[in-house]
C-alpha cells in the first residue's frame, strides 16, 4: 500500500453536480490536510485535521465541504463549483499537525465545465 | 507574511552536471523546511526535512542547506540524470497547524 491515497485521480463534473474526493493515509499519521494547486500558481492549503479535528480553514468557500471520520481518512465534498475551481487537489498527512514531513499522495485531477 | 523564492524558475542541464537549487524566505523563524519532487500531474514527493537546528540533511545524491540567518537554503542534486527531470519545491511552516508556504517550484530539464 501506498503512504497516501487519493480517489478518483480524475473528475469532471458539471457546476450543478455533487461529488467527492477521498483521501486514505497507511501511515498511522494523526494529521491530514487538502491543497489545491492551480495552474500558475503555488500550492494553497485549503483544510487541516488533527485527531479527526478541523482545526484550519484556510478561507475556503463553502462549496467545498471536508470531513474527517478517523484518522486515517479524510474527504472532499464538492457541490455547485465554479469553473475557476478546476486544479489539482491534494491530500497530505504528517505524525502530527504542524511538525514533521509531509507525506502527498498523486492528486485529484478536477474540472469542471 | 512569510514568502518563499525560488531562483531560476526553470533550469536544463546534460546528464552529468551537478544541480543547484535555490529557496530563499522572508521570515527565518522558521520550524523546518522541506524540499519535494513533483512531476507533471502527480503529487508531491518528499525529498529532504531540515530541522531548524540543523545545517544540512544528506539522502544519496541529494544535499540540502539551510542558512536561517540569511533565509536561505540550497539543494544540491549530485551526478544529474534524466530521472531527475521535474519541478522541485521548498516549503516552510507558518504556522502551528502545518500551514506551509510553498515556492512556485523550479522546473528541471536534465538532457542524456
Known amino acids: 500500500e501506498t503512504g497516501v491515497t487519493q480517489t478518483p485521480r480524475h473528475l469532471v463534473m458539471g457546476m450543478t453536480n455533487k461529488k467527492s474526493l477521498k483521501c486514505e493515509q497507511h501511515l498511522g499519521h494523526n494529521a491530514m490536510y487538502w491543497y489545491k494547486q492551480s495552474a500558475k500558481k503555488p500550492l494553497e492549503l485549503m483544510f487541516v485535521?488533527?485527531?479527526?479535528?478541523?482545526?484550519e480553514n484556510n478561507s475556503v468557500p463553502s462549496r467545498f465541504s471536508p470531513e474527517c471520520p478517523n484518522s486515517s481518512h479524510l474527504f472532499l465534498h464538492l457541490h455547485t463549483l465554479q469553473p475557476e475551481d478546476s486544479a489539482l487537489y491534494l491530500c497530505?498527512?504528517?505524525?502530527?499537525?504542524?511538525?514533521?514531513?509531509?507525506?502527498f499522495g498523486e492528486g485529484s485531477r478536477l474540472t469542471v465545465l | 507574511k512569510q514568502e518563499v523564492t525560488q531562483i531560476p524558475a526553470a533550469l536544463s542541464v546534460p546528464e552529468g552536471e551537478n544541480l543547484v537549487l535555490n529557496c530563499s524566505f522572508t521570515d527565518s523563524a522558521i520550524y523546518n523546511l522541506q524540499w519535494f519532487r513533483q512531476d507533471p500531474g502527480k503529487g508531491l514527493t518528499s525529498l529532504l526535512l531540515?530541522?531548524?537546528?540543523?545545517r544540512e540533511q544528506t539522502s544519496g545524491r541529494l544535499n540540502a542547506s539551510l542558512d536561517k540567518s540569511s533565509g536561505r537554503s540550497t539543494l544540491y542534486i549530485a551526478a544529474s540524470q534524466p530521472g531527475d527531470s521535474a519541478t522541485y519545491l521548498c516549503?516552510?511552516?507558518?504556522?502551528?497547524?502545518?500551514?506551509?508556504?510553498f515556492g512556485a517550484g523550479t522546473q528541471v530539464v536534465v538532457t542524456p
Open positions: 516549503a516552510v511552516p507558518t504556522d502551528s497547524w502545518g500551514k506551509l508556504q
Open positions: 531540515i530541522q531548524s537546528s540543523q
Open positions: 497530505a498527512s504528517s505524525q502530527e499537525a504542524g511538525t514533521g514531513e509531509l507525506f
Open positions: 485535521y488533527s485527531l479527526e479535528e478541523r482545526v
